[in-house]
Antibody
Framework: QVQLQESGPGLAKPSQTLSVTCTVSGGSISTSENYWSWIRQPPGKGLEYIGYISHTGNTDYNPSLKSRVTISADTSNNQFSLKLTSVTAADTAVYYC???????????WGQGILVTVSS | DIVMTQTPLSLSVTPGQPASISCKSSQSLLHSDGKTYLYWYVQKPGQSPQLLIYELFRRFSGVPDRFSGSGSGTDFTLKISRVEAEDVGVYFC?????????FGQGTKVEIK
């Protein structure tokens, strides 16, 4: 059974960098054709796709966030991470990590972590 | 980006009665491989989203058969044949044709 768990600071200051890590258990992030993804949800609102890192280390991002986003992987710890630079209050959201089996098939999700952008 | 539009945005249903949610995409989700990459997810109160339906009509493991997906091209429907109390939540459609995946606004289903 694959499990994902987000972790990181729950607060980020405006103009600084938001960082969140997803730890995966029950399966390796570097095997089989999976796309380890980040999705966010502002409080009371809908879902926004951020991007992914593949099992081979390839990345792809939502163009609306591309200039500010980096997704990276630490295979030794079976983790992948999200960094979002130059944050504003509009980046306040619950950040979810999820496994995409391809074509949007998100079968496992983390429980989400609320990150608030505030001074 | 593909725009996904859901209607209605909220639905109040008597237990045992059917419910239907519509989703329209701004372009066809039919791929040249013959599959339609339309998904339905539900987010139950206080939980993460979970997969219900994939590739237009296929139920994910463990999803009751009272849930069904249908449609073609740009018009899609999620039907619940007999709503139960545990079906309360927000239902999202999503396309998986390419990045970025985009979601509908969500339909909140409540029990009368």
């Amino acid at each position: 059974q694959v499990q994902l768990q987000e972790s990181g600071p729950g607060l980020a200051k405006p103009s600084q960098t938001l960082s969140v890590t997803c730890t995966v258990s029950g399966g390796s992030i570097s095997t089989s054709e999976n796309y380890w993804s980040w999705i966010r949800q502002p409080p009371g609102k809908g879902l926004e796709y951020i991007g992914y890192i593949s099992h081979t280390g390839n990345t792809d991002y939502n163009p609306s966030l591309k200039s500010r986003v980096t997704i990276s992987a630490d295979t030794s710890n079976n983790q992948f991470s999200l960094k979002l630079t130059s944050v504003t209050a509009a980046d306040t959201a619950v950040y979810y990590c999820a496994r995409d089996r391809g074509w949007g098939f998100f079968d496992y999700w983390g429980q989400g972590i609320l990150v608030t952008v505030s001074s | 980006d593909i725009v996904m539009t859901q209607t209605p945005l909220s639905l109040s249903v008597t237990p045992g009665q059917p419910a239907s949610i519509s989703c329209k995409s701004s372009q066809s989700l039919l791929h040249s491989d013959g599959k339609t990459y339309l998904y339905w997810y539900v987010q139950k109160p206080g939980q993460s989203p979970q997969l219900l339906i994939y590739e237009l009509f296929r139920r994910f493991s463990g999803v009751p058969d009272r849930f069904s997906g249908s449609g073609s091209g740009t018009d899609f429907t999620l039907k619940i044949s007999r709503v139960e109390a545990e079906d309360v939540g927000v239902y999202f459609c999503m396309h998986g044709l390419h990045v970025p995946r985009t979601f509908g606004q969500g339909t909140k289903v409540e029990i009368k």
